[in-house]
């Protein structure tokens, strides 16, 4: 049996998967006793390795990883081969690699964990721990001997109230999933490619498990993860389940006991705008903590809005504003700006309807487009932002209506799209 080690990089975008990740592992009684080190930054990796390399046959070390962070890491990834030259296995998972295995793997890793990676890694360190490498696993891409991306087969969908939302064991918390699948396919967004389009809910009796046992703990604050948390308990995720929210809403609230706290479709989840209405707002104000709402709006443009494949229109986004305001919470709204063949007139609409929405009372979250692997617009580039639209948001900006990273995005989404394209 090899010693074998795990370092997982815990750098900040990527905490929730990390934390999924590791409670997939605590869940396998095989795996019991696998060191693993969480380093959150480069120097600490560097630490960990080398502390890992001193007791251990082989050490894996896990990178999950977002399109942006692809930026300028094949050289650091190359440093770090250099100076760890031997039993280490260079693993990346998450939306970036799952959609673009064979750029990952050139890019310098080792194995491609695709799609949902939790399974995956804990068979491949199961293989690796009894002397197997872990070519030809269901979920891994690798490259041969001549430099093609060869794909071990697809792994069905995972069973979510089978996986630990996070690490209780090792102490890495994060927050629970409740969905993951989304049916809708928005041109711009990974999410549907990922997990696919049939939604799949973590029970209520088992978010409300793991929400007793932070609470035991003394994290009476619980947030959520879902494409969309209106859909919860939605067999076909485009519609709402009111008896399906109302009881993971209260069984959690129940578990928690009276100090406890649920943030329901305020950050890091959303929801869409024709879920909005009196009947979800009451859950909300009965249930939940949040003063907001974080709604996916995107575009303006009901061109836009149909190219993108949105399955709303603009008066579902202006409606469920005016409801969240009514139901006296704050509306926070998200607007993708510079979507492929987006032109003036489309964005004079997302103007004007910014303005409307803003005299509502709703504040804006300012997104600009990045292409991203196995989407409908990969490889497609950003429409830059006019000078008159640029100050207009700046403007915006300034008055504290609009918030957002969308000018560091527009830069980055135009690299990204000529990356892609140099390298197609
Ligand atoms: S943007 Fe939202 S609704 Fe559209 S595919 Fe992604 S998660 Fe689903």
Redesign the pocket.
Known sequence: MARAALILYYAKPNRFSIAALAGALEARPELRGLPVDFPSDLARLRRALRAALRRHDLVVVGFSLATPQMEGLPPLLARLREDFPERVLWLAGGPHPSADPAGTLRAGFDLVARGEGEETLAELLGRLRRGYDGRGLAGLSWLDARGRCRCGGARPPADLDRLPPFSPGRRVFGPIEITRG?P???G??Q??ALFGRRPRHRSPEVVAHYAGLLASRGMFDLRVVT??AFSYGSPDGRSVDLPALRELLRAVRRAQGPSGRIFFGSMPSEV?PEHVNAATLALVRRYAANDNLAI?A?SGSRAQLDAAG?GHGVEEIVSAVAATRKAGLKANVDFIFGLPGEGEADQERSLALIRRLVGLGARIHAHWFMPLPQTRYAGLPPAPPPPRFAAELARLAAAGVLYGQWQGQESLGRRLAGLRSAGA
């Open positions: 989304c809708f396919a928005c711009f967004c999410t549907s494409p969309n869409r996916g995107q949105r």
